[in-house]
């Protein structure tokens, strides 16, 4: 079991109308891999993110995950594989603290003559210890969400996403709106799930992120694979190239 892929896709594809934004990506990854998807505006990443994490159906192809094959309808069906997109706050509640995000939908409770109460005491240690296990480091977790950054509510997801069991995360762009420290913090975050045996696709146009993060760099153009490279067998210019299309271009001539 351990060696089965954690994912793999065969052929593909999806149209809209006529523009057919994905045409045949074959791609498989294990657990505890990084992969970083990089490619051109409009190449189809966030197509295929979507699609791997049921925000929309492929036209045609099949997705495997775990070693059977699934079909995600909707992004709940997904995260109840073990399979989320993080957005850098879209999923977390601003108006109270980090523990109540942290066990939204799952809060511990205990019954006092019939009336179920809150275990506030069990759920700020459970909350605490998941935090430092994923060197995330929030000033209190008393605080309001709305008072956080956006790599603090990034970690908080992170964290909440690997202790609730998840085992593909998806993230697009994460890093767009944050500072160099944070982002630091975060490329940190990311290598720290992957080592918990979590799979991770990201998504960046930054190329020293790629590199940094990733254990393998997949690069979609035009909506197919144009380059699939393990990360310490390449170079920033080779990947620009397979970006640009260059790479084909000069392997054709
Ligand atoms: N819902 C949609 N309806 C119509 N066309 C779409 C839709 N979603 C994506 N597309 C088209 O599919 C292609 C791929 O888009 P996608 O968003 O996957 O690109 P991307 O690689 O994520 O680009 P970026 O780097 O700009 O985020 C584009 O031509 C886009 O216009
Ligand atoms: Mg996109």
């Known amino acids: 079991m351990s ?22 990506i074959d791609f498989a990854m294990k657990r505890g891999e990084v992969i970083a998807l990089l490619g051109d505006n409009g190449a189809g990443k966030s197509t295929l993110v979507k699609i791997i994490s049921g925000g929309q159906p492929p036209t045609s192809g099949t997705l495997e995950f775990e070693g059977v094959e699934r079909t995600f309808t909707s992004p709940s069906e997904a995260k109840k ?14 108006n109270v603290d980090v523990v109540a995000n942290f066990f939204m939908g799952r809060e511990l ?9 809150l275990r506030e005491k069990a ?73 918990e045996g979590i799979g991770v696709i990201v998504i ?20 197919r694979v144009a380059g699939d490279v393990r990360t310490e067998d390449t170079r920033p210019e080779e990947v620009i190239k397979m970006i640009t299309g260059e790479i084909e271009r000069e392997r054709a001539s």
């Open 204 to 223: 960046t146009h930054i190329m020293a992120q790629a590199f940094q993060v990733a254990d393998r760099i997949v690069v979609i153009r035009q909506g």
């Open 123 to 195: 759920m700020y240690d459970e909350t605490q210890k998941a935090m430092r296990n994923a060197g995330t480091r929030i000033p209190s977790l008393r605080v309001n969400v709305e008072h956080l950054s956006g790599g603090q509510r990034q970690a908080i997801e992170l964290s909440r996403f690997v202790h609730w069991g998840g085992k593909l995360v998806l993230l697009d762009e994460p890093f767009a709106a944050l500072g160099v420290e944070q982002t630091r913090r975060g490329l940190e975050t990311i290598r720290r799930v992957a080592a």
């Open 3 to 24: 060696d089965t892929d954690l994912l793999r896709l065969r052929n593909i594809t999806k149209r809209f109308g006529a523009i057919e934004a994905l045409k045949g």
């Open 109 to 117: 409770t205990r019954k006092v003559f019939g009336i179920p109460i």
């Open 81 to 94: 594989a073990g399979i989320e997109t993080v957005y850098q706050d879209l999923s977390l509640c601003t």
